[in-house]
Every structure is written in structure tokens, then in C-alpha cells.
């Protein structure tokens, strides 16, 4: 996991922060309307248990809501369409900060995928092609304080089955990540982002990057927020490591899968956790045939 600073993208994030962080507490707001408009770039998915029933104890203390930002389909006019019409004319401003911060995001995370490409000594340009139609999802995460801190979890521990999360967080601070046997705590930075790598990266690299395992703790007295944008391929892509890397001779790790494959895995047979591609491999190559 690393963090750095981006000021470019700073009056953007600030704005965006500054109105997510208006919507208090989220349980009362007009987001709690459920809707989803058929063919909308934008998909409601309200509030909600931040996934409680996938865990049998210290459940999480966290409201959620999330947006599917499909970049293909990015035309500003639908965002701002669809945050007035279905949370309401107020929030059309919201729709429009919106817009722009995941247009920004996508930026970022093709950057990103330039810098990773380069560390793994791969075309240059392979990683950033293969994310430029990509699908990503932007949730706001609420933690409500909780007197009772150290009998819950925020986030449970997991890792993230997508391929990249561009995650800010506000000062309060509870994320932690799972690094040399410990979990250790990642200091807040109002001019950073944290960067984390998913299984389908993990994959993408012939497992050369790991997936980080994360959680993130409650405070006592004070309400933590965050703001996530995961990234993922086009769902039916083929997550497969560049040609470049078996050119060395390297053994497959994984078999071909597409990103709908592991979302289903995950979504319906599996809680995301530190070995979802290990267990994920006998699941894809029981239901689907497989070159590998
Ligand atoms: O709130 C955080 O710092 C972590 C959030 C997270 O891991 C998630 O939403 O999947």
C-alpha cells in the first residue's frame, strides 16, 4: 500500500469531500431512497448493513453507499441528470462533483496502472489499455462512533477482489493494513490518497503484487468517513498477465478468468478474504472450461 500526494487532483477531492461529508448521518439523508434508473452510467445501491451478514462476529459498524461509474458511458449530462431526478434538484451540484472526481479517478488509475506496467518491466502501456474501458465503483463508507470500539470492526479484515482502490481518508483515522505479521495503522494525510492493489491485479501480475489485506477500526467518539474508488476490468475481459512475462519462461499462477467470473465468486459463494484467488481457481475450473 502506498500513499502520495496528487496536487492536481486537489480542488477536485476537496469538493467532493467537502459535500459527501455534508450528508449527515446518511440514514436520515435523501440517499436512503433506493432507485436505479435501467441503463444509467449510475447505479443507486443505498445504504446499507455494509455486507453484516457475511460475518459471524465483531460485524461491521459502518453505513455504505455506492455508484457504478462506467467510463464508457461517462456523459456529464446523465450524472446530473440522474442525482436530480432521483435524490432530488438540490443534489445536482452533488452530480456534477461526482462526475468529475471518478473522470479524475480514472485518470489517476491509469497513471497508476503506467507506473505498475514499468515496475513489472512490461510494455509500458499494456496495464493502462487494458483499464481504459474499465468499471469502477465509488462508495462512501460511514463509521458512526461506537462506545464499545473494541468489540466491532469498522471494515472486517479483507482484501479487495478488484483490481485497484484509490481510497482517501478523513482525519480521524482506523484504516489498517496487514504488513510483516502485524496490523499497523495507516496515518491519515488530507493531501493523500492511499493506493491499494486487489486480487485481480494480484492475477494480473502473475502474482508478483499482492493483494492487501485491510480493515478499518471504529473510534469511541468520533464519526469516521471514506471515500473508495475500486477499480476493475470490463467484465468480460480475459484477466490474463501480459505475454511479456511468460517470454521469461514464468509458470501461469492462475487460470484466464473475467472480472464477472471472480464478482460472482464473490458476491454469491465466497466472503472476500486473504486467500479469495486460491479458493477462487478449484471454483472456476469445477464450473467453466479452462486452458490451464
Ligand atoms: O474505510 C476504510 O478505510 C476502508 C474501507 C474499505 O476497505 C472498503 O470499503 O472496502
Not at 436520515?28 to 431512497?33: G, H, K, L, V
Not at 465509488?138 to 473494541?150: A, D, E, K, T, V
Not at 479484515?157 to 493494513?177: A, N, W
Not at 473475467?258 to 479458493?279: G, I, K, M, P
Request: aromatic share 12%.
Amino acid at each position: 500500500m502506498v500513499s502520495f500526494k496528487l496536487p492536481t487532483m486537489e480542488s477536485t477531492r476537496i469538493s467532493f469531500v467537502k459535500l459527501m461529508m455534508k450528508l449527515t448521518p446518511f440514514s436520515t439523508s435523501p440517499w436512503t431512497r433506493s432507485s436505479v434508473l435501467g441503463g444509467n452510467p449510475v447505479t443507486w445501491s443505498g445504504t446499507q448493513g455494509a455486507h453484516a451478514d457475511r460475518y459471524s462476529s465483531k460485524l461491521p459498524w459502518k453505513e455504505t453507499f455506492s455508484f457504478r461509474y462506467d467510463a464508457n458511458h461517462s456523459n456529464p449530462l446523465s450524472f446530473v441528470d440522474y442525482f436530480k431526478s432521483v435524490v432530488g434538484q438540490e443534489f445536482e451540484h452533488t452530480g456534477r462533483v461526482y462526475q468529475r472526481y471518478c473522470e479524475a479517478m480514472k485518470e489517476l488509475s491509469l497513471v497508476i496502472m503506467e507506473l505498475l506496467a514499468i515496475s513489472l518491466g512490461v510494455d509500458r502501456m499494456h496495464y493502462r489499455e487494458f483499464f481504459n474501458d474499465q468499471r469502477s465503483i465509488m462508495r462512501c463508507n460511514l463509521y458512526p462512533p461506537c462506545i464499545s470500539s473494541g468489540l466491532t470492526l469498522g471494515t472486517g479484515p479483507h482484501c479487495d477482489p478488484t483490481s485497484l482502490t484509490i481510497l482517501h481518508q478523513d482525519q480521524v483515522g482506523g484504516l489498517e493494513v496487514f504488513a510483516d505479521n502485524k496490523w499497523q495503522a495507516v496515518r491519515p494525510r488530507h493531501d493523500a490518497f492511499v493506493i491499494n492493489l486487489g486480487d485481480t491485479f494480484m492475477a494480473l501480475s502473475n502474482g508478483k503484487y499482492k493483494s492487501c489485506l485491510h480493515r478499518a477500526l471504529v473510534n469511541e467518539d468520533k464519526e469516521r468517513r471514506s471515500l473508495v474508488f475500486f477499480v476493475s476490468p470490463k467484465e468480460d475481459k480475459i484477466v490474463r498477465p501480459p505475454q511479456d512475462m511468460f517470454a521469461r519462461k514464468e509458470p501461469r499462477k492462475y487460470p484466464d478468468f473475467t472480472w464477472s467470473d471472480l464478482l460472482e465468486f464473490t458476491q454469491n459463494h465466497y466472503r472476500a478474504d486473504v486467500a479469495t484467488l486460491e479458493n477462487f481457481t478449484p471454483w472456476l475450473l469445477s464450473s467453466k472450461p479452462s486452458n490451464f
